[in-house]
């Protein structure tokens, strides 16, 4: 078995482009850094809302199989080669939004035994062996079937993980300070007749927007700022990039981030009041 970088970061997400929206700063910073980024993906996003008017042809597998193809892409923008998707290709289908009769799918992630998609996880745990976990909170940032799946399978697969051989040191949660956010907004407004959006999204709008106390971990991502845009734009059934703006099929701005902020929920925070890095305390863990 190759052996694996000092520092081993794991992100869950549940469709492909939460993560370079989320984390793309943050996955750029450490895989430059030469840690060992993997990322896992729950579904293929085969009930996303395509943009670009020349790619509306595309639904369900045909969709998903394209917006595999995004991934791969935004991947290598950011630096990142392992990536991979729940229990191999097509385990689970998107679950659509919530109260959506999609959710009844049987194929589909929302209707999936958390045990049994959990033991998938547990599989690249015990193979990755990370010191840190990053994935959603209990509400998936904005109550998204897939997301608040995806955070159940991430908090038990590091349970079972634990109970294998492997406890992950340190849990995150995606998170953004509110006053960061009200200020983004602020310059938004103040952008918006320069910009090819004509409409902003609201503050609270943003998934995982918290009061600013509960944030204690702050990755300045600021030099990878580019490859964290490239990778969102390489997601182009998603998401429409005006840096520092994008938008959704929703088609309201709102800002990208480039500073990235999380929650640690388990583990040991490192020294001073805000961490300035996820593995802050925990590097010497083979």
């Known amino acids: 078995m190759t052996e694996l970088p000092s520092r081993r970061l794991l992100l869950v ?8 929206i989320n984390n793309g700063a943050t996955m750029a910073r450490y895989a430059a850094e030469g840690a060992h980024v993997t990322l896992v993906t729950c579904t293929l996003g085969e009930r996303g809302e395509v943009i670009p008017p020349g790619l509306a042809h595309l639904a369900g597998a045909a969709l998903g199989q394209h ?5 791969g892409t935004a991947m290598a923008e950011l630096g990142v080669r392992d990536f991979r998707l729940l229990g191999g290709a097509g385990r689970y289908s998107d679950s659509g939004m919530m ?3 999609d959710n009844d ?9 958390v045990d049994e998609a959990a033991a998938h996880l547990v599989e690249v745990i015990l193979e990755v062996r990370p010191q840190v976990l990053v994935t959603y909170d209990d509400n998936g940032g904005y109550g998204h079937p897939d997301h608040i799946q995806a955070h159940r399978v991430a908090m038990r697969a590091a349970e079972l ?4 051989g492997w406890k992950i040191p340190k849990v995150y949660w995606n998170r953004v300070p509110r006053s960061v956010v009200e200020e983004a907004f602020v310059r938004l407004q103040e952008d918006l007749p320069g910009l090819p959006f004509t409409k902003s999204a609201a503050v609270d709008d943003v998934p995982g927007v918290v009061a600013d106390e509960r944030i204690t971990t702050v990755v300045d ?10 990778a969102m734009r390489a997601h182009a059934t998603q998401i429409t990039v ?3 703006y994008f938008v959704l099929s ?6 990208l981030l480039t500073t990235e902020y999380y929650e640690l929920v388990r583990g040991e925070r490192g020294s001073g009041e805000r961490e300035t890095d996820l593995f802050a305390g925990v590097e010497e863990v083979s």
């Open 67 to 71: 917006r595999r193809g995004e991934l």
């Open 99 to 101: 109260g959506l009769p």
């Open 13 to 20: 997400h549940a469709h492909p482009d939460d993560e370079s």
């Open 250 to 255: 929703n088609e309201l701005a709102q800002p």
């Open 242 to 244: 005006a840096e520092p």
């Open 221 to 230: 991502g600021t030099a990878h700022a580019a490859a964290k845009a490239a």
């Open 161 to 164: 993980a634990a109970e294998a």
């Open 105 to 113: 799918d049987p194929g589909c992630f929302w209707q999936a035994d």
